[in-house]
């Protein structure tokens, strides 16, 4: 019964992860199509570019704690 209940937390703490990853990821994937746009304003621009970045730090962090 220890043996299922471990791995049942094991089992939660893994789709959290990948939860806090996928997000930021989804995020990034987001901002890099908006940046092929060419009507795109060099103030837009750097927001997105911004925010990738953000989000990179954030998937990073995630995976390094």
Do not use: K, W
Not at 3 to 21: D, I, K, M, N, P
Not at 35 to 60: F, H, K, M
């Amino acid at each position: 019964m220890v043996r299922v209940e471990r791995l049942a937390a094991l089992g939660t703490f893994a789709a959290s992860a990948a939860h806090e990853v996928a997000n930021p990821l989804m995020g990034i994937a987001g901002c890099i199509r908006r940046l092929g746009r060419e009507d795109l304003s060099p103030e837009r621009r750097e927001r997105y570019r911004n925010l990738a970045l953000d989000g990179l730090e954030r998937a990073t962090t995630v995976l390094r704690d």
